[in-house]
């Protein structure tokens, strides 16, 4: 089984991105039952959207995305991701959609609630998510499931949002909601080896 696992770069005032500093974390001992493909993705929408095709063609069997959450106490596994481009627009605009005449949600086949009870006997604290947000963490898990759906290649694709590392909040002085960075690598690697058993 082929896995493309997904991170972003940093971002705004976070000099490290908990997706990344896990995925890093992960490979240290990484995962033999599955062929593990790699990638940090930049934090633009444009530059994303070119690197995530290239990679899509690659035709991996599951893509398992990882964003960062900071103000999250829990592992959020997301459900469902809209056809809205952009962030949140506090002046009530109605935001672009990220495909013209594109489905209007698409919802993740992943086993989501058997997941959040699996992690949660583990120790790891997770919920599954209704919303994604509307911004690149959104959009990364909904390109992928229409690119899915218009070259009628089904692939598996989850989308797991990250609490802030504890390291990171240490660093930086603020009082924020974290797990230990070796926890989030073991709630991806459960997320890994669950797929492969799949």
């Not at 240290?28 to 690197?51: C, F």
């Not at 596994?77 to 952009?86: D, F, M, P, S, Y």
């Not at 692939?155 to 909601?177: D, K, N």
Request: aromatic share 6%; glycine share 6%; charged share 15%.
């Amino acid at each position: 089984m082929r896995v493309l696992l997904t991170a972003f770069e940093p971002y705004d005032e976070w000099t490290e991105n908990s997706s990344w500093l896990t995925l890093v974390e992960l490979l240290k001992a990484r995962p033999t039952s599955v062929e593990l493909l790699t990638r940090r993705y930049p934090v633009d929408l444009n530059a994303l959207q070119s690197r995530l095709v290239a990679d899509l063609e690659k035709k991996p069997d599951v893509v398992l995305h990882l964003g960062q959450s900071p103000g999250a106490a829990a592992i959020k596994l997301e459900a469902v991701a809209l056809n809205v481009a952009g962030c949140v627009d506090e002046n009530g605009q109605e935001l672009p959609p990220l495909v013209d005449a594109g489905s209007l949600a698409f919802q993740s086949a992943m086993p989501l609630g058997r997941w959040a009870e699996m992690l949660r006997q583990a120790g790891i604290p997770a919920v599954v998510s209704y919303h994604a947000g509307t911004f690149l963490c959104n959009a990364t898990m909904y390109l992928t499931h229409h690119w899915c759906q218009v070259n009628r290649h089904p692939i598996q694709v989850g989308f797991v949002h990250l609490p802030l590392s504890t390291e990171q909040v240490a660093g930086s002085g603020r009082s924020l909601p974290s797990l230990p960075l070796a926890t989030l690598a073991q709630a991806v690697r459960l997320l890994i080896e669950d797929l492969a058993e799949g």
